[in-house]
């Protein structure tokens, strides 16, 4: 018998693989060519061929014992002194590799670091809509996740924001870029909860940590600027992963950033170095370690999706369809005609088109379509699309 806490997870299975096991199954029915899968955020444009090399050269050229052995759990400090100072030439940080934790991607940061700083009942602030999976990574330390209501541009805003705060607050988790909508929070909104985030330290005394998960940082357009948040708030955190910067999600590799500055750094980076092994994940994964190390400056062609994020809002609005034109990530976060979600996503599916409905990231009312796909299925898709559009009028 599975543990009484693990049945709402499986009840509760994600929404997202189960539309992506489904579009595998319509595909043997109807053909691949002829089902319209957006459901999953899987990277279509190949890794840039540094990662390629870096592989082959770190096979050939360095010693397998080292490549395939144990190191240090916070990573091998050479690689952290590489993306320490990639950081810095970037962001004109200060950075060293102390300050860096190499992670099982973005998903095993976010839980390496909320088991370092939670105990239970303690409350993690996010801004709907949100990856949903937030509430799952909090609930595994007994946390309790708050979620501050979405505006109509999906900004936050300094009021609500403001209200979610109690005695119990630990944390804050921004996501920027945002999954689901493809938001980017600008300067003014960041600043407004810095603003926020350091009255909050000063009513309750005690220190409030941002935990800025980032792994769609370098996917923006339109000149749109991503905020480093550790140069405006002092108790941040930073998430990050190579799966979308460089087409590597399998790889399973990341990093957390935990700048000296933050409150009780010294303990912070000495328990997430002893969580990163008792969570099981010991290191990360060492061969790829090598690798992004070799490819920190490398960047897979983000002008790929940009060229499908033109082609797909520009269709789906003049088909009748609402969104927010997105300035980063690969995602479209669009209103579901009726406002009925999940009515909406078995409607589309009837087209064989696959979206994921808004209330899997605590967005009712909308879908989300994720555009990182071949750009010839999304011309074969738009049929599908209008046809959908025509069947609710419009």
């Known amino acids: 018998m599975i543990a009484k806490s693990m049945v709402d997870y499986v009840k509760g299975s994600s929404v997202i693989r189960a539309m992506f096991e489904e579009g595998k199954r319509l595909a043997k029915e109807y053909g691949p060519e002829n089902v319209y899968d957006f459901s999953l955020g899987n990277p279509s444009v ?7 090399k870096a592989i082959t050269d770190i096979i050939e050229n360095e010693d397998e014992t080292y490549v395939h052995g144990y190191m240090a759990n916070a990573g091998y400090e050479d690689v952290r002194a590489k993306i320490a100072d990639s950081l810095n030439k970037k962001h004109g940080t200060s950075f060293n590799e102390n300050n860096i934790l190499m992670t099982v991607g973005a998903a095993g940061g976010l839980n390496v670091i909320l088991k370092t ?26 946390g309790v996740l708050i979620e501050v209501p979405p505006t109509d541009d999906f900004l936050p805003e300094a009021e609500s924001f403001s209200k979610a705060f109690s005695e119990k607050t630990k944390a804050v988790i921004i996501n920027n870029p945002n999954n689901p ?11 407004e909860i810095a603003r926020v985030m350091y009255e909050k330290e000063k009513e309750y005394d005690k220190a409030i940590y941002l935990i800025a998960d980032e792994p769609y940082r370098e996917l923006v357009y339109d000149g749109a600027k991503v905020c480093y948040l550790t140069k405006y708030y002092k108790d941040t955190i930073v998430g990050y992963s190579y799966s979308k910067s460089l087409s590597l999600p399998g790889e399973r590799i990341g990093y957390l950033v935990m700048p000296d500055e933050i409150d009780d750094f010294e303990n912070v980076a000495a328990a997430a170095c002893v969580a990163n092994r008792i969570l099981g994940f010991v290191n990360a994964p ?10 920190v400056d490398a960047e897979v062609d983000v002008e790929a999706y940009n060229k499908n994020r033109e082609l797909l809002y520009t269709s789906l609005t003049e088909m009748g369809y609402e969104c927010i034109k997105p300035q980063g990530a690969f995602y479209l976060f669009v209103k579901a005609f009726d406002g009925d979600d999940k009515a909406f996503t078995a409607k589309a599916k009837e087209y064989n088109l696959l979206v994921v409905p808004g209330a899997t990231f605590n967005g009712p009312g909308y879908v989300r379509i994720a555009y990182c796909v071949d ?10 699309f209008k046809k959908l559009a025509e069947e609710y009028g419009k």
């Open 46 to 52: 190949a890794p840039p061929a540094a990662v390629k």
């Open 117 to 142: 700083l939670l105990d239970p009942g303690d409350e993690v602030i996010t801004f709907s809509p949100y990856f949903g999976e937030y509430k799952n990574y909090v609930a595994n330390y007994s």
């Open 181 to 191: 909508t493809g938001v980017v929070y600008p300067e003014e909104t960041i600043k």
């Open 286 to 295: 060492s061969l790829i370690q090598r690798v992004v190390a070799e490819c």
């Open 375 to 384: 750009n010839d299925m999304i011309k074969r898709a738009l049929p599908a």
